[in-house]
């Protein structure tokens, strides 16, 4: 009986995402972004996976490969165009992926296919995959998925599998000292660095392939490093379209003001955004590394998941809301931390901020629903920025509360 419920999640499962696909090339998505998407595919389609970054491409090699995929998937180059929609399902089969795991590691229990569906029915959650088209979905399940096996000291596939979400996206390192952490509090257990001798071969092994058709080619590696140099300082704005907290601090449109221009006391825009992140990061993480010390001192404590799923929300927002160059969907990873800690305790106020907040931040930009309100208060880049602020000082109150370890 068990076996047959399974089968019949799957087939609910994989109903579901056929047919969220069929409506792909009804949903238009970002015109902008589709182009890029387009012109990349047709060029890696026609050219080669070698030859990626001579189409212009700015992501990072392990998205080079996505696109290499879709253009084979297709077939015929000069359809790529016509049905750039359906790339969007490499981002949707993540987002279940992510979701499926985020149901595995509740204490609580939940049918997978009632979480599933409640959160991609969010049109908060499944904006930025479904109706905007982007991949921030894809890095958001593998840091979350990195983070699951190292809680379950399973250190070479969660290994693996963040060096895989960094190569798919840079800002995958601001979870670093998170994963980080977890790993050192597994290594302090086992009182042993042996599994390093196969996890750092095979991480070194998994890098190679995926830049390997690069390193094929003359001059590809160059350019594909340039890449990875360039992420930085692309768009030196105080903000690009994230809500946050520049909104406020910023007498004209953050979009319109340079984050090298000095702020306080001789800092720029982006050297206090770095240094608010990096001081509200440290209490973030603190419980985590609280813990990990007091394995190291021998006592026989252990990671609360909540405690991480808190502190892995608590970074995404950070980053977001603080720093300067943000896009509107760089705290699209927070969205899967919050669904499981909010299931999990069966409080859903966070979960609701964000929903709320974020997609008022995204439908504000795009406008994809053609609403005859972005000009009023809901939509109000500082009314958002309310939200977001509301959300992170209720996250840390729960990070610092004892009933959550």
């Known amino acids: ?90 981002t949707l089969a993540f987002d279940f992926i992510g979701l499926w795991y985020a149901c595995k590691w509740l204490n609580r229990r939940i049918d997978p296919v009632f979480f599933l569906l409640f959160n991609l029915l969010n049109i908060a959650y499944s904006y930025n995959t479904v109706i905007w088209g982007q991949v921030d979905g894809i890095m958001a ?90 992420s930085v300082d692309m768009y030196p704005r105080v903000s690009m379209n994230a809500y946050n907290l520049w909104y406020w601090v910023c007498r004209q449109n953050p979009w319109d003001v340079s984050d090298g221009t000095r702020l306080v006391a001789g800092l720029t825009y982006k050297a206090v955004g770095l240094l608010l992140f990096f001081a509200g990061s440290a209490f973030a993480l603190w419980p985590v590394l609280r813990m990990v010390w007091r394995r190291w001192r021998g006592d026989d404590v252990a990671i609360d998941r909540r405690k991480i799923w808190l502190s892995g929300a608590l970074v995404a927002v950070l980053f977001f809301f603080v720093n300067t160059q943000m896009h509107e969907r760089y705290c699209h990873g927070a969205f899967i931390f919050l669904a499981a800690w909010s299931f999990d305790r069966g409080r859903f106020l966070p979960y609701i901020l964000f929903s709320l907040a974020y997609f008022l931040n995204l439908e504000g930009v795009l406008q994809f629903m053609k609403l005859p309100n972005y000009h009023t208060l809901i939509f109000h880049p500082r009314f958002v920025s309310i939200l977001f602020s509301l959300l992170l000082l209720y996250l840390f109150r729960q990070l610092y509360t004892k009933s959550n370890r």
Request: net charge positive.
């Open 1 to 90: 009986m068990m076996q047959q419920n399974q089968v019949q999640r799957v087939v609910l499962l994989l109903f579901a995402f056929l047919f969220i696909s069929l409506l792909f090339p009804y949903l238009p998505g970002h015109g902008g972004d589709n182009s890029l998407w387009a012109d990349w595919s047709w060029h890696i389609r026609t050219y080669g996976l070698r030859q990626a970054y001579g189409s212009g491409s700015n992501y990072l090699p392990l998205y080079q490969w996505f696109l290499w995929i879709y253009g084979k998937l297709v077939g015929n180059p000069d359809h790529i165009g016509l049905r750039i929609g359906y790339l969007r399902c490499f």
């Open 141 to 230: 399940t593998l840091v979350f998925v990195s983070l699951y096996y190292a809680h379950k000291e399973k250190l070479l596939i969660s290994s693996l599998l963040f060096l895989l979400a960094v190569n798919m996206k840079l800002q995958a390192i601001i979870f670093l000292p998170l994963w980080g952490l977890i790993c050192i509090y597994t290594l302090v257990r086992l009182r042993s660095l042996r599994p390093l001798l196969y996890i750092l071969p095979a991480m070194a092994l998994l890098q190679v392939l995926i830049i390997l058709p690069f390193l094929l080619e003359p001059g590809a590696a160059a350019k594909a490093w340039s890449v990875v140099t360039h």
